[in-house]
C-alpha cells in the first residue's frame, strides 16, 4: 500500500452490519474502501465483498484523507481516535456515523482540530438493510467547509443529507429521531400482542394498519417480521436499548423527562435480560410474550 493519500479512497473502521452497508455503497460509487474491523469474521466478509483489509488500524490512516467510523459507541470511537491519531495527515476528515454522546464528540472535535483534523458526526437514520439500498438518511453536524469536503463520500451512501448544525448536533438529533421510531416499533408491537389476545388474523391487522392513519413507516419492515418471528438482524435490540439509555442520560443533562422512553428502555431491557439482545430490534414484541 502506499502511503499516498488517494482521494478515490475511504477508510472504514468498523464494517458489522451497518458498517458492511456502508462499504457496499461506497464500493458501488466507485470507491476503493479500506477497512479495519477487529473481528476476523468481519474482515472476512468485507474482503468477500471487494473491501481492502488491513492488518493494522493505522494503516486506515495512512491509507485515505476521509476516514468513515462506524462504531458501537463514544467509547470505541474515542480508543480508536488515540491509536490512529499519529497516522492522521493534516486536512484529514474524519467521518463518525456512530450514534455517540453529543457532548464528548464536541469535545473530540476540539481536540482534533488542533492538529487541523476536522471531525463530522453523519448520523445514519435507517438500518443496515435500508442503508444498503440507498435509502437511509444522514444527519450531520459540523462546518459547512468539512461537510462539502466529505459530500462526495456522504452522497455514494444517500441522497438525503440534512446539515442540522454543528459538531455534535447530527447525533443529537438521530437521537430525536430514534425516540420515535423506538417508540413507533414499541406501540406496534403491542398492537399486534393485543390483536393477537383478540384472536384476530395478524395478516388483516397488518394490513388494516397500514391501510390508515395509524400507519407509520415502521410497519412496512417490522411488521411482518414481528408476525412471522423473523429476526434476523437489520439492527441489534441491543443497540438501540443502548440508544434509549443515551436519550435519557441526554434527557436528565436537559433535567427534563422523557415518561413514555423509560418504559421503552423497561421493556428492551427485558428482552435483553432474556438473552435476545442481538436479535432485531422488532423482537421488542417478545416483551408482551413474557
Given at each position: 500500500m502506499s502511503a499516498e493519500k488517494d482521494s478515490g479512497t475511504v477508510g472504514l473502521i468498523g464494517i458489522g452490519l451497518l458498517g458492511t452497508a456502508l462499504a457496499e455503497r461506497l464500493m458501488e460509487a466507485g470507491f476503493s474502501v479500506w477497512g479495519y474491523d477487529r473481528a476476523a469474521a468481519a474482515m472476512h466478509r468485507f474482503s468477500e465483498i471487494g473491501g481492502q483489509p488491513v492488518l493494522r488500524i493505522r494503516d486506515v490512516a495512512i491509507a485515505a484523507s476521509r476516514i468513515v467510523l462506524c462504531l458501537p459507541d463514544s467509547d470505541c470511537v474515542e480508543e480508536v481516535v488515540v491509536r490512529i491519531i499519529p497516522a492522521l495527515k493534516a486536512g484529514t476528515v474524519l467521518i463518525d456515523t456512530t450514534t455517540g454522546e453529543p457532548g464528548r464528540t464536541r469535545t473530540l472535535a476540539d481536540r482534533l482540530a488542533t492538529a487541523d483534523i476536522a471531525l463530522l458526526d453523519a448520523s445514519v437514520l435507517g438500518s443496515?438493510?435500508?442503508?444498503?439500498?440507498?435509502?437511509?438518511?444522514?444527519?450531520?453536524?459540523?462546518?459547512?467547509?468539512?461537510?462539502?469536503?466529505?459530500?462526495?463520500?456522504?452522497?455514494?451512501?444517500?441522497?438525503?443529507?440534512?446539515?442540522?448544525?454543528?459538531?455534535?448536533?447530527?447525533?443529537?438529533?438521530?437521537?430525536?429521531?430514534?425516540?420515535?421510531?423506538?417508540?413507533?416499533?414499541?406501540?406496534?408491537?403491542?398492537?399486534?400482542?393485543?390483536?393477537?389476545?383478540?384472536?384476530?388474523?395478524?395478516?388483516?391487522?397488518?394490513?388494516?394498519?397500514?391501510?390508515?392513519?395509524?400507519?407509520?413507516?415502521?410497519?412496512?419492515?417490522?411488521?411482518?417480521?414481528?408476525?412471522?418471528?423473523?429476526?434476523?438482524?437489520?439492527?441489534?435490540?441491543?443497540?438501540?436499548?443502548?440508544?434509549?439509555?443515551?436519550?435519557?442520560?441526554?434527557?436528565?443533562?436537559?433535567?427534563?423527562?422523557?415518561?413514555?422512553?423509560?418504559?421503552?428502555?423497561?421493556?428492551?431491557?427485558?428482552?435483553?435480560?432474556?438473552?435476545?439482545?442481538?436479535?432485531?430490534?422488532?423482537?421488542?414484541?417478545?416483551?408482551?410474550?413474557?
Open positions: 443496515s438493510e435500508v442503508t444498503r439500498s440507498g435509502d437511509a438518511t444522514l444527519l450531520v453536524g459540523g462546518t459547512p467547509q468539512d461537510l462539502n469536503r466529505s459530500r462526495p463520500v456522504l452522497e455514494a451512501v444517500s441522497s438525503k443529507i440534512h446539515h442540522v448544525g454543528p459538531v455534535g448536533s447530527g447525533q443529537e438529533m438521530k437521537l430525536v429521531a430514534n425516540l420515535v421510531l423506538g417508540l413507533n416499533r414499541a406501540a406496534l408491537a403491542e398492537g399486534l400482542h393485543f390483536a393477537k389476545t383478540l384472536e384476530l388474523n395478524l395478516n388483516v391487522v397488518l394490513e388494516v394498519l397500514q391501510s390508515g392513519a395509524a400507519w407509520s413507516r415502521v410497519m412496512d419492515v417490522k411488521g411482518r417480521k414481528m408476525i412471522d418471528e423473523d429476526f434476523a438482524p437489520q439492527a441489534r435490540l441491543s443497540q438501540h436499548l443502548k440508544d434509549v439509555r443515551l436519550i435519557l442520560q441526554q434527557a436528565a443533562t436537559a433535567e427534563t423527562s422523557l415518561p413514555l422512553s423509560e418504559v421503552h428502555r423497561r421493556l428492551l431491557e427485558q428482552v435483553a435480560a432474556a438473552g435476545d439482545g442481538d436479535l432485531d430490534n422488532s423482537a421488542v414484541i417478545r416483551a408482551w410474550n413474557a
